[in-house]
């Protein structure tokens, strides 16, 4: 069985059936990358049909037919200080709601972020690796809810796919707007969910426009 790897800046990888994916120092095949929303369905008062919950899946035929299934209604990159602190506090808080006896007991935040969050093939085969990436401070965030809530996290980072072909070979880098989860990846096609101002559902579709 063949094994085909490039070299990672940070020493790690992914394995995805007989292929290592590996994220190079240097530029891809694509030179540029610009994500381009071609259609977006919904909204936040009016037609039912068009008002989305909590998407569970979706699939898309070969004609383009879309099928949703919905409920109502790298390790060189630091955290920042300021968000570290805050996942600490967050951390702090959730073990003081435990006992020392539960699973999840005792809890820390790394001093540092992990090479990759996870991956996924595409439908063409492509494979998409979320890499961790420095975080960007929000303004928008949400009023706290509940009784002794847990700190807020001010900070997120932008969903950040390196996208490699079958072989290996890294094509280049792709960076989804927030709260955006891509559920089909198919050539340079994708569709996927996005979240509004106002926490409301979009099911969207986006084209890559790449030159190489």
């Known amino acids: 069985m063949s094994c085909t790897a490039l070299l990672f800046i940070t020493l790690a990888s992914a394995v995805v059936q007989d292929t290592t994916v590996v994220r190079s120092r240097g530029a891809g095949v694509w030179k540029t990358v610009k994500l381009v929303e071609e259609l977006r369905i919904g909204v936040l008062e009016g037609d039912d049909s068009h008002i989305f919950g909590s998407v569970l899946g979706m699939a898309v035929a070969r004609d383009g037919s879309m099928f949703v299934a919905d409920m109502p209604g790298q390790r060189i990159r630091l955290y920042g200080r300021e968000e570290k602190l805050e996942w600490d506090a967050r951390a702090r808080h959730t073990n003081q709601r435990l006992s020392p006896g539960d699973a999840s007991y005792g809890v820390t935040v ?103």
């Open 110 to 212: 790394p001093a540092v972020k992990p090479a990759y969050h996870d991956f996924s093939v595409g439908e063409d085969g492509r494979i998409w690796v979320r890499r961790y990436v420095a975080a960007q401070k929000r303004t928008d965030l949400p009023p706290p809810r509940g009784t002794n809530p847990p700190p807020p996290i001010s900070w997120r980072e932008p969903p950040t796919f390196d996208v490699f072909e079958p072989g290996g070979r890294f094509l280049g880098t792709v960076v989804l707007p927030h709260r955006t989860y891509l559920w089909v990846r198919r050539g340079n096609s994708l569709w996927g969910t996005t979240r509004g101002a106002l926490d409301e559902t979009y099911i969207v579709r986006y084209r890559l426009e790449v030159t190489s």
